[in-house]
């Protein structure tokens, strides 16, 4: 049986865009309607309307690569969303593509694609970098509790400093925070939904009938403009399928905004700008860009003592005068570093080598602490699919077999 429009997928283009085997395909869509709620047609056996065959193909591999490993770790998490976004761009007609550039899952799922390894290897680093080697887990909760309370405190007040007025900073509804969300299946299962709703309401309606309502819509037109380009009516069934189906999605469905598309686009090219510059500060040392690490170093130079000494010298001298009249001495010696500033005039500049060390001391821990890296990367794994998929484990689980190397 053929499809009845051409802007739909038959049974045969959708396995190939969703890269399903001939033999699989049912028991795939049966599994992702039962998995996601999503009330597929039970007689759609030959034809996948464009108004959802496109997200139902993105689901379909989001699914397959997101759950088909043994164990949730931070890496697959990472692996999937670089699939997915390679998947919509070489697989995805134009309109779907860019509804999905437009929404704000996109920058999301790009930024964790970019972000989660480094954070998982820099993690793994602090983890055992900072922890003495005899210190107890209570004393380790008690550090980290220490330093996350003076972050909790510094990010407070960078917030309260940046509000309008003396009011507390407001703080993000539950239901919006980014971390309350299942985002990207969510998205999809979206657009899925509103494609059968679509369907539902106009039971497949043929391009010419859209034309002809978007005509009767629009008074006096012959046109219609979609992602920058002009098509007059009479043009539109020359165009490619491909072309062709985008313009009646646009015309069907939520058009396409050209400003947010374009803000999203030049956001993402940021990101990966970004992303691909960054080093960590090991990294920068060994191809020979010292500031970062000068920049901290300084907080331990001389400098510092010379500031503080200058600040409070005049003080100093005041309680000599008043109340240690027979240290005369020391008084004129005091002053005269401080005019001087004698002490300080031979001052080293921060030791090169103890960037090599610090190349070293990340190296040490990225090769002895292998199976350390393994149990960071599955707890972050766990952590990450409970805001991010539908179906995290229900408990996190430690590799039985793994023995943290110390």
Not at 154 to 165: D, E, I
Not at 200 to 215: A, F, H, T, W
Request: with cysteine; charged share 30%.
């Amino acid at each position: 049986m053929e499809k009845e429009r051409t802007i739909d997928y038959t049974i045969t283009e959708f396995q190939n865009l969703a890269e399903i085997s001939s033999n699989n395909v049912y028991n795939r869509l049966n599994k992702i309607s039962k998995k996601y709620g999503i009330k597929l047609k039970k007689d759609n056996h030959y034809s996948f309307p464009a108004e959802y065959a496109e997200p139902l193909a993105i689901l379909n591999k989001y699914d397959e690569w997101m759950y088909s490993v043994p164990k949730m770790s931070a890496k697959n998490i990472s692996d999937t969303y670089s699939r997915i976004l390679k998947y919509i761009d070489l697989n995805i007609g134009s309109y779907f593509k860019n509804y999905f550039y437009c929404s704000e899952e996109y920058l999301n799922i790009l930024e964790l694609s970019l972000w989660i390894e480094p954070f998982t290897t820099q993690l793994t680093r602090i983890i055992v970098g900072t922890i003495p080697e005899d210190a107890s887990v209570g004393k380790i909760i008690n550090n980290y509790t220490d330093q996350i309370d003076i972050n909790n405190f510094q990010a407070f007040v960078n917030k309260y400093s940046n509000n309008k007025g003396p009011d507390l900073p407001k703080l993000p509804n539950k239901k919006e925070h980014i971390l309350a969300t299942k985002g990207f299946e969510r998205f999809l299962i979206q657009c899925i939904n509103n494609g059968l709703r679509a369907v539902d309401n106009n039971k497949s309606i043929q391009m010419k009938d859209v034309i002809q309502k978007y005509k009767e819509a629009h008074k006096s037109c012959d046109q219609i403009e979609y992602c920058g380009n002009i098509y007059r009516f009479d043009e539109v069934f020359k165009l490619s399928t491909d072309e062709q189906r985008s313009i009646y999605l646009q015309m069907q469905l939520q058009p396409i905004d050209m400003n947010i598309l374009n803000s999203q686009l030049n956001s993402a090219e940021i990101i990966k700008e970004e992303a691909s510059k960054w080093l960590p500060i090991d990294k920068k040392i060994e191809v020979g860009d010292y500031n970062k690490a000068n920049e901290i170093l300084k907080n331990y130079s001389p400098e510092k003592a010379r500031c503080f000494f200058n600040e409070n010298i005049e003080t100093v001298i005041g309680i000599i005068d008043d109340n240690i009249r027979n240290l005369k001495r020391m008084r004129e010696q005091l002053v005269s570093i401080h005019n001087t500033n004698d002490l300080f005039t031979n001052e080293k500049k921060p030791d090169s080598s103890i960037m090599e060390k610090y190349v070293e001391y990340c190296k040490s821990i990225d090769q002895k602490y292998k199976k350390i890296k393994i149990e960071v990367d599955e707890a972050i794994g766990y952590e990450l699919s409970r805001f991010t998929t539908s179906r995290p484990p229900k408990t996190y689980k430690k590799r039985e077999s793994s023995k943290v190397n110390k």
